[in-house]
């Protein structure tokens, strides 16, 4: 198409070759409508901004602890992907509440990501995993409308031989209204979450999130340091051919997952069985794959965490708002994740989490190979 309207002519001072710009154009009056220069790259920052106005309670702020949160993630994405090359693997000395070790890029993502929440003054107060009690802020910020619950830095073991890991985060809106925020602020159902999400620092780092209107994906272009969307509105297969569980634990397993895992690995073209086996041992890493491929992720209760080994409040809850949003489903074998009432921050919980499918095939051998005793105690808001 012609276009007049030369831009720049060759005496223009502009540090370009003059020659090279005798052909750029500017639009006339009569193609305008034609000529539309497009970036066909949305920032997150952009498509959180457009999206604003779905929060019941847009004032800007979730939009800004969102940034806060994804600016943090970029600043651990460099520290992942220097691990190999500085000295910074190895035992930071502590042992957090669950009495594993620390190593120290844990640390420092859980620094980076409570600095990134304590300055944007949005956030009153953090749950993490790297933290014994909750973090609560002062100044400006402890008047923040939201608390975080987070994994800092999950599927830690993987850091050290350079297998991806992640950062989960849940958001809520505090219960209190004015202080500080209490530990009664921190322990919400998962179906009170306003938003969650998580990092992979994968051969590619993406941003996953929802807001409770869809889930979108956003992968971060190193080259202009920014996650731009490149996975919009996912949705999980309702069916899959791919399970993800440490098997190394099979003879802990609880009978119903034993027959379970046994009949997904029958000679059974028609139902396109035996499926696959892929277990990374970082949940964001499996959760993301099944995501996307379709299939489901186990963690279920075993000898060893008769509780199961995962955290619900930063752990399962945010993976189960979503999958849930993205089509899937998500129960600790008996109940939905999203139903259980919390009563501590760093509560386990037996997790059964994918397309659904596959998670109401699990949830049915369950029932029938189980006992009582067998289901999890705690309290559940059934529908
Ligand atoms: P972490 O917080 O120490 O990293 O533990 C959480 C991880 C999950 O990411 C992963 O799915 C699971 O624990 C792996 O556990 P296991 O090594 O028992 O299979």
Known sequence: MRTSAVIASSDTKIGVNPIEWKNVYLPTKSNRSMYRPRRNVVTLGEFIIDRQADFPFAKGELSSLLSDISIAAKIVN???????????????????IQGESQKKLDVFAND???????????????????????????????????????????GSSNIDVNVSVGTIFSIYRRKTKNGPATVEDFLQYGSDQVAAGYIVYGSSTMLVYTTGNGVNGFTLDTSIGEFCLSHPNMRIPGGGNIYSVNQGNFVHFPEGVKKYIKSLQIDDKANKKPYSLRYIGSLVSDFHRNLIKGGIYIYPTTLA??????????????????????????????????EIKPTDIHQRCPLYVGSSSMVDEAMQFLKEYSNENMEPQYEVNKK
């Open 305 to 338: 965490s008769p509780k199961g080994k995962l955290r619900l409040m930063y752990e399962c809850n945010p993976m189960a708002m979503l999958v849930e949003q993205a089509g899937g489903k998500a129960t600790d074998g008996f109940n939905d994740i999203l």
């Open 112 to 154: 980076q990501f409570l600095a990134a929440l304590a300055s944007g003054g949005e956030c009153a107060g953090v749950a993490s995993e790297e933290n014994d009690e909750i973090i609560l802020f002062d100044g400006p910020s402890s008047q923040g409308k939201y608390i975080v619950a987070m994994d800092p830095l999950d």
């Open 78 to 96: 460099n520290e992942v992907n220097k691990a190999g090359l500085v000295n910074i693997l190895g035992e930071a000395g502590a042992e957090n």
